[in-house]
């Protein structure tokens, strides 16, 4: 145990005042002044968000996306992304090239000036910027991706000429050179990843390829190939999509149903911003928008989002009342009703974006909505108007929708007004902690009778709650949303959690910061798991998005011999330990088949003590992969799910022992 003294540090049973003499020691010979590249070496995590494989990966998103931008420009046709066997990296486009001419004012050459000097490029607008529309807007991603490489060569072929220049971990190691002649045009940057930055430096050829097929979508008729050398020299995918963010609906609705076959796709330019949009409705009942300023994700979305939405409302309300769809006493659809089943991409370019964060997850210029909400109201009332069995789907659809929101109030209200437990019994079995402060309080979401009971008797009940949850969870996929707030359990998990779902989310109102999913090591514990993330994901995005949940890992195995005992947190771990005894030693293994098996020593010792447990993290590094994914797994439709199975059922061991 801990007592936290405000004001002082005990070390060694001696108070340290920090008052005391501080003044006299800080002088101006401790002002320290980074130079050059210096600040991203010093705290990377400033510039590329973490030095996990996150960050990892933002390194080739810089420089791809520094190539993107010469496609937005009207040049570049194609980019080529290899890995290599070191786990180097080459990225190659046939855009402009990177001016090599000296700098007028800084006595280098442009090439050098932008690989090696934070906030130095071609990207900050005004009547001399090299591009009129660019996702990179500081200017540090190239020098950044240099600092935090042992090896970084850039080529450029511009002017008849191959120019190259070599950098380590940001310092000039050969100056910019002719090595020969080509009538080509384009930039090829060669890195390698510092293993003295990065946590690990193996690249995910998975992770890379969603963010290339979803920049290939969002950049019409640009071919992106990405090509991995380390296992098989031959794999390469190329994603070239002629159709662009028509074809990124069409694919994420190739696992659902739509209740029409045409796609609304528009494309105008209104106030200087270049506006796309394309929608298809579906069975479903849950909305998947996604929303791009310059390429970048918008997750959050922003102004141009709201302009889509109150266009589309107002667009569908309007249709319905001017061809009698709907009735003179009818209320107006809301945006709720009008937007169930519907898979949207709106992607606009504009010459000077401004987002609320660093982040750039949120649009903030009022002009974008203006934009949006124009050429929505005009094409889509066409699109509607020129097909009448489409719109009347669609009206169909929302009069149903709308139907249900108005059965699943009273049963919302009643779920949303539960803000503070203050300790009752709910349905779910609660049982409660009593501290107050949500940042030392975690919830353990757990399935089964007799393994909320054995988590109860282990917990710590001063920060440890357990919601027992009875049966499996509801599969919301396949649910309207009055038919999920009907379920007792649902109901149970929202009111613990405290933040309420969807338009009344209130990530304030967040009772615990680390909520728990913990359930069987077996078949049946994965398909719990996997309903509960798709509750969290589909009504509570944004806890995952901020890093709230978690997965317990309890152990596969007991291995015991002559009374000393190791748990096994999967097959592999089990192999390693057995082959760490003995020939002549038969140890006893035991296979946990559900969490009720073990008491409450095992459970605390095993899976909840935070000082020896194993927690997973739940992330989502593309919400588009993380949509399809649960649409796959959890939809209507087997197909996709048993090609799922098929596609992974190799990659999963079955244990002989």
């Known amino acids: 145990m801990h007592d936290n003294n ?13 008052t005391e003499n501080t003044a006299a020691e800080y002088s101006a010979d401790q002002i320290e002044v980074l130079e050059g590249l210096d600040p991203v070496r010093k705290r990377p995590g400033m510039y590329i968000s973490s030095t996990s494989i996150r960050g990892l990966h933002q390194l080739v998103h810089e420089i791809m996306d520094n190539a993107v931008d010469e496609a937005l420009a009207g040049i570049c046709t194609d980019i080529f992304i ?9 990225v190659s486009d046939n855009g402009r090239g990177i001016p090599v001419g000296m700098h007028k004012t800084k006595g280098v050459s442009a090439l050098q000036l932008v690989y090696s000097t934070l906030h130095a490029g071609g990207k900050f607008g005004g009547d001399n910027s090299g591009y009129k529309v660019s996702g990179g807007l500081h200017g540090v991603g190239a020098a ?55 946590e690990d ?3 995910d050829f998975d992770t890379l390829k969603q963010r ?73 009942f849950t909305e998947t928008t996604y929303s791009f300023v310059n390429n970048i994700n918008t997750i959050d979305g922003g102004t141009h989002m709201v302009g889509f939405r109150a266009a589309l409302t107002k667009t569908i309300n309007d249709y319905g009342r001017k061809f009698g769809l709907l009735k003179e006493n009818d209320k107006n ?36 909505r203006t934009a949006v909400e124009s050429v929505m109201n005009e094409y889509f009332k066409y699109f509607l108007e020129e097909n009448p069995a489409i719109g009347k789907s669609i009206i169909d659809k929302a009069l149903l929708a709308s139907r249900a929101r108005e059965a699943a109030k009273k049963a919302r209200d009643l779920v949303l007004r539960k803000s503070a437990l203050e300790g009752n019994r709910l349905p779910g079995k609660l049982a409660d902690c009593t501290e107050k402060d949500p940042a030392k309080c975690e919830i353990f979401l757990v399935e089964g009778d007799s393994a909320g009971g054995s988590a109860i008797g282990a917990r710590t009940s001063k920060t440890q709650a357990i919601l027992g949850l009875r049966g499996k969870p509801l599969n919301v996929e396949k649910a309207r949303f009055d038919k999920i707030l009907e379920n007792e359990e649902i109901r149970a998990m929202i009111t613990a959690i405290g933040v309420g779902i969807k ?60 009374r000393q005992i190791k748990y096994a947190y999967s097959n592999d771990e089990y192999q390693r330990l057995i082959k760490e005894y003995p020939p002549d030693a038969r140890p006893t293994v035991s296979r946990y088949k559900g969490l009720g098996e073990m008491n409450k020593e095992q459970l605390w010792e095993t899976t909840m003590d935070p000082e020896r447990r194993v927690l997973k993290k739940v992330t989502i590094d593309s919400h588009f992969e993380a949509d399809d994914i649960f649409t796959r797994l959890m939809g209507e439709k087997v197909e996709p799910r048993r090609e799922f199975i098929e596609e992974y059922a190799a990659t999963v061991r079955e244990l002989d022992f």
């Open 6 to 18: 405000a004001g002082n540090n005990i070390v060694n049973n001696e108070e340290i005042n920090f």
């Open 82 to 90: 290899t890995i290599h066997a070191d786990n180097s990296v080459t």
């Open 333 to 368: 659809l809301s945006g709720d009703d009008v937007r169930e089943g519907l898979t949207a991409v709106i992607s606009i370019k504009i010459q000077e974006p401004q987002f609320e964060s660093q982040t750039k997850v949120k649009l903030g210029n009022s002009i974008a």
């Open 212 to 284: 290339v097929r979803e920049t290939a979508f969002l950049t019409k008729g640009l071919s992106l190939t990405l090509k991995d050398e380390r296992q098989d020299p031959e794999m390469e995918r190329t994603y070239l999509y002629k159709g662009g963010i028509s074809e990124f609906v069409e694919h994420v609705n190739k696992n659902k149903t739509p209740i029409f076959d045409k796609i609304f796709y528009t494309e105008a330019v209104r106030e200087d911003i270049h506006v796309e949009v394309a929608l298809q409705y579906n069975e479903n």
């Open 144 to 198: 950044v991706v240099n600092a935090l490489s042992t090896e970084c060569i850039v080529t450029v072929k511009r002017e008849g000429k191959i120019h190259q220049i070599k950098f380590s971990r940001g310092d000039l190691v050969s100056p910019l050179a002719i090595i020969g002649d080509s009538d080509e045009t384009g930039t090829t940057v060669h890195f390698k990843p510092d293993p003295e930055v990065f």
């Open 503 to 562: 338009d009344d989310f209130d990530i304030a109102k967040l009772r615990y910061h680390k909520i728990i999913i913990m359930a069987d090591a077996d078949v049946d514990g994965e398909h719990i798991r996997t309903l509960l993330l798709t509750f969290i994901y589909r009504f509570m995005p944004q806890l995952i998005d901020d890093g709230y949940v978690y997965i317990a890992q309890p152990p596969l195995f007991k291995i015991e011999h002559r």
């Open 201 to 203: 430096i193996v690249f």
